[in-house]
C-alpha cells in the first residue's frame, strides 16, 4: 500500500519516521516512569 502511494523512497522515509516517533514516546515514557515512580 505504502509503495503504491508513496514510492518506495516514500515509503522507506514513512517507515524511518514511524519508527523514530515510536522510539522516542518510548524513552520519554521510560523516564517520565523513572521519575515518577523511583
Do not use: M, P, R, W
Amino acid at each position: 500500500y505504502g509503495h503504491d502511494l508513496f514510492g518506495e523512497s516514500g515509503e522507506i522515509a514513512s517507515t524511518l519516521v514511524g519508527s523514530s516517533v515510536l522510539s522516542f514516546g518510548h524513552i520519554k515514557n521510560q523516564k517520565l516512569c523513572k521519575e515518577c515512580c523511583h
